[in-house]
């Protein structure tokens, strides 16, 4: 038998959230973002479950040519860019649409002598400070990308720093609306939060991540409140119990001591699995469907739940680590962190299922 250790990923949920997706961004096409294996859930798996999608946005080039070589005919979406002038070359052979951040991907495309129309998406520095034109740069980067052969169709592009925010964007708006006045072409601003939050943002291609993956981008809305169905759940099994007597403790570092006889149920999920290390001790966890909290300190392969209370836990009894029943969003709070750090970290060791 191998560890008890499963995720499951839903791919009815996956569609229903695209479907939500189009009905907050009704007038937008659709890129889905699936870096970084498509956030831990599968990157040919979700592309192949979202077929519906209008394009995907995604870094790496070779998972481009992943979905080229199984047949997906989409726009695709490298989201950096180009890194080197070999890669471009790749990405024009593969029909790939690319982002030009920065001057030097400019150069590139200019001295590329490609004899295709590449697709560009024109980034902008909107205050992020991490890629993009300033606003001063960008009418220049337009008008060069307008003349260069190797370049087709341009899409203006921004990405918000804050979209959760309560005003998270109304400055970098208003500097997107200053840079790209008078520039006829195709816009696209928003991630999940702006989707959810700014309908006003949406403009021709929205960018959803997270929410596809049914969790939620806004710190004040849960991702069931929003309608987002979780499309990963982890779960696995108690592989052992022990009954601590008041003083004693549980797991490396002795983090946790009973205050009181407690029983302890030891479940085959560690961070070599991609559950945090840093999870705390009160993290939410289900066992049989019933919710406790984890105690001590999360090892490699195993961490401990508390069992005071859960009615007929046993050895074998089902532990849901996070999805269906219970947010990723709320195991990554209670951890210090954000769902899209626990989404992709799940490790290539845990054994994975396919519903729907
Ligand atoms: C990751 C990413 C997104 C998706 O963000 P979510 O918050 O997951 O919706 C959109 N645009 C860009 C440029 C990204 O890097």
């Known amino acids: 038998m191998p560890r008890p250790i499963r995720a499951t990923f839903d ?22 973002v699936i870096k970084a294996n498509a956030y831990g859930h599968g990157l040919l798996r979700v592309a192949e479950a979202l077929g519906q999608a209008d394009g995907y946005a995604l870094l790496d080039l070779d998972d481009a040519v992943r979905l080229r070589e199984a047949g997906f005919r989409h726009p695709i979406l490298l989201l950096e860019g180009c890194f080197e002038l070999g890669d471009l070359y790749v990405a024009a052979e593969y029909s790939l649409t690319i982002v030009a951040h920065c001057a030097a ?46 370049v087709g169709p341009i899409t203006l592009m921004s990405h918000f720093a804050e979209a959760e925010a309560d005003n998270g964007v109304a400055e970098p708006l208003q500097v997107f609306e200053a840079a790209a006045s008078g520039i006829e072409a195709p816009r696209t601003l928003a991630n999940s939060a702006a989707i959810l939050r700014f309908p006003q943002t949406c403009a021709d291609w929205v960018r959803p991540g997270i929410m596809l993956y049914g969790c939620s981008p806004l710190p004040d809305r849960s991702a069931e409140e929003l309608g987002l169905r979780p499309v990963m759940t982890l779960t696995s099994e108690i592989i052992a119990i022990q009954n601590l007597r008041r003083g004693e403790s549980t797991g490396y570092g002795r983090l946790f001591k009973a205050k009181s006889a407690t029983r302890i149920g030891v479940v085959a999920c560690g961070y070599a699995d991609g559950y945090p290390r840093h999870a705390p001790t009160g993290t939410p966890v289900l066992v049989k469907g019933q919710r406790t909290r984890t105690v001590g300190r999360v090892s490699m392969d195993m961490l401990a739940v508390d069992l005071t209370g859960v009615a007929d836990a046993d050895l074998g009894s089902p532990v849901t680590l996070w999805g269906e029943g219970l947010s990723a969003d709320e195991v990554a709070t209670a951890a210090g962190t954000v769902s899209y750090e626990l989404l992709c970290a799940l490790a290539a060791r845990v054994p994975q299922v396919e519903l729907g």
């Open 105 to 150: 991907q400019i150069e590139m495309l200019e001295m590329s002598g490609l004899p295709v129309r590449m697709p560009v998406h024109l980034k902008l520095n909107t205050g992020m400070n991490r890629l993009g034109f300033t606003v001063s740069e960008f009418a220049d980067a337009y008008e060069r990308l307008k003349r260069c052969p190797a």
């Open 11 to 32: 791919l009815d949920a996956l569609r229903a959230n695209l479907a939500l997706v189009r009905a907050r961004a009704p007038n937008s096409r659709v890129w889905a």
